[in-house]
């Protein structure tokens, strides 16, 4: 029995319909709720101690559902409620969930739906010099027309007093990174507030998945978050395979695993890299700059892409590993992991880095538990969350895992989590290539059902991806949601910020290094 | 400080020779080429400017890749600076994000005359996967003019060196 379920049942009693067989995969329970009662839905989640993982809308013509998905230990749940274009409101759950707060402000940009209660309606991602009636995730707005500008401005959040001063920062940054905009307020060196921008790189990518097939929106996926191409497609096509009962080959579902854990290292040796450097320690970059080099090589050589881009399709895959890789797989790593803990003695000896990284940026664990954060942000503060852990997709299910956890919530605690995931990252590698079942490596996909929707949460290096995908009347993709981790943890980088001084912020966001394109899509 | 010395002296110059990229025959030439292209016409220094204007990351992961050790751009003089006010050239990535075509517009006009521009990966030479829509305007030549395009999704750095050559030579 679903605790999740139990508590809906106990708030809700009838109130709450249980719908079988719309939501798959069969796990994931799937409930609809009178409109009125959407927030005390959201009040029997909070008792039960369940995260808010995502909430979202889709238009289902004439309706609109909104949906709130939640999670606890290995459960999720979706609450659903519906309203109508007469009354295109919903009551909005930002006081019970942090997290609420920009979902639901991007639901009223995009969708054009009001959380009634919300405390903060400025638009999100949608900008001052949009259309104001410009709803792009409504079925009747032509994404193929460019809109005209309108003028506006967007208003900030200000600080007043003696000594206040605001510094903008952005969208162009100094250093070869996405853009965003950063709005500080300080009194001296110290940091009072920090306010970010984002949606700069919106490139409409869940409206344009609902004119894809349903085999070519893999590739969709996988530029979501180029960082992150293979957890996104693997959670595409999760999600997609949950719905047409597809069989996935045992084999296909190890190579993932390989792959998706090869990403992993590569982008934790980047990224201790880059925070090692922005504490003025560029010696570890190289090193570590390099041993990721040697990885992207072994990637293009084994499997023809730097990113392994493109290699994960709803069905499996399409590159094999045969024993002479298998070989030269384990050659590198040796190689590897001998330089990284080299590398892991310096950092740790080094006075001057600890002096950067310890108490710098920290996001309590309280902080951490209410906006619902993900992956490795999580972790350093004090959560224990992974969905290889307590969701395990296959092959995770197969073996331990061990997932560390810290509880400073400082610079240094996330560069550990990625010291210690990198080092398991290696240990399940040699696992896979020798405990790989022989077999093929994909099988067919059907088209999936009309009227019924998909649902994945994979572990990507930076935390918990979620697809939740919708089969239209026809059978044709009607709403693809993305939830990417930097959704929610970019909240994470604006509680971290006050009280640190601003010259720390490159090495805070670098410890953070959220997606801007995930986010923004 | 023994332990880094040490580390530094294992690991010795990483930075493939330009006789060594035999993998990738291509290089050897560029590379030389390259090395001579920016010593005439900058004088041995090439600063670039990347701006982000839409894409998904993987095209500016690329690009980081040629300052680790094994490509290690700044042997051929090229190095990249934080304002658009000192580049010569500027290496736009992704198509063209409604959100960014104005960040985009400034940037090109910050940056003084003589100025490159090259669209690196296939989003920016077109597009690619996301085209033109109410929130992408497409490639960049959408938007402001430009002198070289690098192909790829993304681009290799060895391609990139290649491209930023051939950018050089117009
Ligand atoms: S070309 Fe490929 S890697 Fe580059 S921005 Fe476009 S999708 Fe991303």
Redesign the pocket.
Request: hydrophobic share 20%; aromatic share 4%.
């Given at each position: 029995m679903s605790m999740l379920k139990d508590a809906i049942i106990s708030e809700l009693g009838s109130d709450a319909k249980f719908l079988d067989n719309y939501q798959h995969p069969l796990s994931v329970v799937f409930c609809s709720v009178p409109k009125a009662r959407f927030l005390d839905a959201a009040k029997a989640m909070k008792k039960s101690y369940a995260f808010l993982a995502a909430e979202w809308a889709a238009e289902e013509t004439p309706w609109f559902g909104i949906f709130a998905c939640y999670r606890w230990m290995n459960e999720y749940l979706i609450v659903k409620t519906l309203t109508t274009m007469d009354d295109p409101t919903f009551p909005s759950i930002t006081k019970k969930y942090l997290p609420a707060y920009r979902f639901e402000r991007q639901i009223h940009s995009l969708m054009g739906l009001t959380p009634l209660g919300h405390p903060d309606l400025r638009p999100w991602i949608k900008f001052e010099d949009w259309p104001e009636n410009a709803y792009p995730l409504r079925k009747k707005f032509d994404a193929s027309k460019p809109m005209p500008y309108v003028k506006g401005d967007y208003e900030w959040v200000k600080a007043e007093g003696e000594g206040v001063y605001e510094i903008p920062v952005g969208p162009v940054h100094a250093g070869i990174i996405e853009p965003g905009h950063f709005r500080f307020q300080a009194v001296g060196e110290m940091v009072i507030n920090l306010e970010e921008r984002l949606g700069y790189v919106h490139k409409g990518i869940e409206k344009l998945f609902e004119s894809l097939s349903w085999q070519s929106g893999v590739r969709l996926a996988a530029?979501v978050s180029?960082d992150t191409t293979v957890a996104h497609s693997i959670a595409y096509s999760t999600a997609l395979e949950s719905m047409t009962g597809c069989v996935v080959p045992e084999r296909a579902y190890w190579l993932r695993a390989l792959f998706l854990e090869r990403e992993r290292i590569a982008n934790h040796l980047g990224d201790l890299g880059a925070i090692c450097n922005d504490a003025a320690f560029a010696f570890m970059l190289y090193q570590l700059s390099y041993l990721k080099e040697i990885m992207l090589r072994t990637n293009h050589r084994l499997f023809g892409h730097r990113f392994i881009?493109d290699r994960v399709m709803p069905g499996g895959v399409t590159v094999d590993i045969d024993e002479e890789g298998k070989r030269e797989m384990l050659a590198e790593l040796e190689r590897i992991s001998k330089d990284f803990e080299r590398l892991v003695v310096i950092y740790d000896e080094s006075s001057s880095l600890e002096d950067r990284v310890r108490e710098t940026g920290r996001l309590a664990a309280e902080q951490a538990r209410q906006i619902c954060a993900v992956g490795i942000v999580a972790r350093a503060s004090g959560l224990n969350v992974d969905c290889r852990l307590f969701n395990p997709f296959p092959p995770y299910d197969k073996f331990k895992l061990n997932v560390p956890v810290l509880i400073s919530g400082d610079v240094h605690a996330r560069a550990w989590v990625r010291v210690e995931e990198i080092r398991e990252s290696i240990r399940i590698i040699r696992f896979i290539l020798e405990s790989m079942p022989e077999g093929s490596i994909s099988g067919a996909v059907d088209k999936p059902p009309s009227n019924t929707a998909g649902f994945a949460a994979i572990e990507g290096w930076r935390g918990e991806i979620i697809y939740w995908l919708q089969a239209g009347p026809n059978g044709e993709i009607n709403r693809c949601m993305v939830r990417d981790p930097s959704a929610v943890n970019w909240l994470g980088l604006e509680q971290a910020i006050p009280d640190n001084i601003v010259p720390d912020f490159p090495l805070c966001n670098k410890s953070f290094n959220q997606s801007y394109s995930g986010h923004d899509l | 400080m023994i332990r880094i010395l040490r580390q530094i002296i294992r690991t010795g110059i990483v930075t493939e020779p330009l006789e060594v990229m035999r993998a990738e025959e291509d290089i050897v030439r560029i590379s030389s080429e390259l090395e001579d292209a920016v010593k005439k016409r900058f004088r041995g220094s090439l600063a670039i400017r990347q701006v982000d204007a839409?894409?998904?990351?993987?095209?500016e992961l690329?690009i980081h890749a040629l300052n680790n050790p094994v490509y290690n751009c700044e042997r051929f003089g090229i190095h990249f600076t934080a304002s658009p006010r000192f580049a010569d050239m500027l290496l736009v990535?992704?198509?063209v994000s409604r959100n960014m075509e104005i960040a985009l517009k400034r940037t090109y006009d910050a940056t003084p005359l003589p100025k490159l521009v090259v669209a690196?990966?296939?989003?920016?030479c077109n597009g690619?996967?996301?085209g033109k829509s109410y929130a992408s305007l497409g490639g960049v030549d959408n938007v402001v003019p430009v002198d070289a395009y690098i192909s790829?999704?993304?681009?290799a750095p060895s391609v990139l060196l290649h491209g930023i050559l051939k950018a050089l030579k117009i």
């Open positions: 530029r180029g881009m | 839409g894409s998904c990351n993987g095209c690329e990535t992704g198509p690196v990966g296939d989003c920016a690619g996967i996301f790829g999704c993304p681009p």
